[in-house]
């Protein structure tokens, strides 16, 4: 089954288009989880046990399991096995380096942490995209417009007299994913409205990875109408703090699974 | 003491710009270290020892340690412990996200594997550079114009009608190594000697990483003419698998020594 297909399939079941970004700080660790010497794995079985039937994929960030070392990438490791085999997961490392590199990290990503897809940044050009996309069942988000504050400084320039750099990126993964045989989609802030407009104008059939709903204050709806491909693959809209940290008392599991049904319910209505 | 002066002293003790690039595959893992359930630590440390006298910084990447898993992410806690502490480490991950993830970035590299400094990959703009420049001791080289193939598809760009991506993005480190604590340097390959040499125009002071010497094919002579900042810093001029893989039987830690003695002595007669 193709990376899509088992997007599509969890997006159907589940009834969302919500993913959950694992983006765990054991500082923010709920009290319940405190008493335990390794936080990383237990916190992350009671988010997946509270949230698993209401996401379409899950989105590990390598950040912040590199923050905790070698004991957080053990835990990483753990929690990639212990997430349901239908729910995609997308290991969100910006991943860029030359052929042969690129190819370790695919390695890394695909054959060890389980990952369905990747994420991975531009800026050295197609021989760093491409090892990824040899996986014919697996896919690889690219940047194109982030949403981070200062994500216009580089990406909203005009290259070559034309276009703006975010939109010739766009093209390229056009391209890239044409070529496969892996899926080729885009990363694009539900933060930049405009752009988000402008790069679905420009790849009416890339999926897309869209941060930026929870804790960043994105616009959910601008996300979802744009969000959907011609062939009707839903967005995947992360949302990490805003769950994760619903609460970080004893009934934080129940918070997150609240937070995360507050955010699929406002999708479903907006279909 | 910083990550400047840290790398210079190296460089003086050791009479060298040398850097040796920790890439270790274990499919190309010498028959002496074969016999080894993990090869990594046991390889690192033969290549280390054979070489800490040559070199004036390490600098593992990433991606081959993420490829063996969890595993190799012990290893790699493990390799940069049994650096010399007088040596630099960088970290080569070619970091790049938003500001939260990008302190778990910096916590990790920085306080788990003991980095001096790290590579970063701007595409995603300042918010994406500053938290690695937090800490006052430790650098940062951001890719400017990388060594692979396909760099110039983005990187030489024409941008707002006045400059090329890779000039700008040289500008922009010029500002953030202003603003500090952190040292801002810059990646650039030495494959590609136009941009070398622009770049070296562009920002005198700015401390160079430059990849592709080896394998790469890049030029020596040229990295060393523009390697030098106007301070007298010389380059971090790397070698990975030129120096590593020298032999893979068993004689592979004297062929280690031996090619990079070689990179040295050209560099010295260089200078």
Redesign the interface.
């Known amino acids: 089954m193709s990376f899509i297909e088992k997007l599509r399939s969890a997006q159907e079941r589940n009834r969302s288009y919500l993913c959950v970004g694992l ?1 765990i ?1 054991t500082a923010n660790t709920p009290l319940p989880i405190q008493p335990y010497d390794e936080q990383m794995l237990p916190f992350a079985r009671e988010i997946i046990d509270a949230t698993k039937d209401l996401v379409c994929a899950y989105k590990p ?1 390598l ?8 004991a ?3 835990a ?2 753990r929690i990639v096995r212990y997430i349901p085999s239908d729910i995609p997961i997308i290991l969100d490392g ?9 190819e ?2 695919a ?3 695909f054959e ?2 389980m990952a369905d897809a990747v994420t991975l ?8 995209v491409k090892p990824f996309l040899k996986y014919a069942d697996r896919g690889a988000f690219v ?1 194109a417009r ?10 909203n ?5 034309e276009e703006l ?1 975010f939109e ?2 766009t093209r ?1 993964a056009r391209r890239w994913n044409e070529e496969g045989p892996g899926a080729c989609g885009l990363v694009v802030g539900a933060t930049a409205p405009q752009e988000l407009a402008r790069i679905r104008e420009l790849a009416p059939e890339l999926p897309f990875l869209i ?1 930026g709903v929870g804790a ?1 204050g994105g616009d959910l709806a601008l996300a979802l109408r744009y969000g959907r491909t011609t062939t009707g693959l839903g967005p995947v809209v992360n949302a990490s703090r805003s769950v994760l940290y619903a609460s970080r008392k004893v009934d934080f599991a129940d918070a997150a699974r609240a937070a995360a049904l507050e955010l699929v319910m406002k999708m479903r209505e907006a279909k």
């Open positions: 983006d700080v960030n950040g912040f399991f590199l923050a905790e070392g070698a957080g990438i053990v990483l490791e910006k991943f860029g380096d030359i052929g042969n590199t690129a370790a990290y390695r890394g990503a060890q942490f940044s531009p800026y050295m050009g197609s021989d760093s940047l982030t949403s981070n504050a200062n994500a216009g400084e580089f990406q320039l005009s290259v070559q007299g750099l010739k990126l390229s941060p960043q």
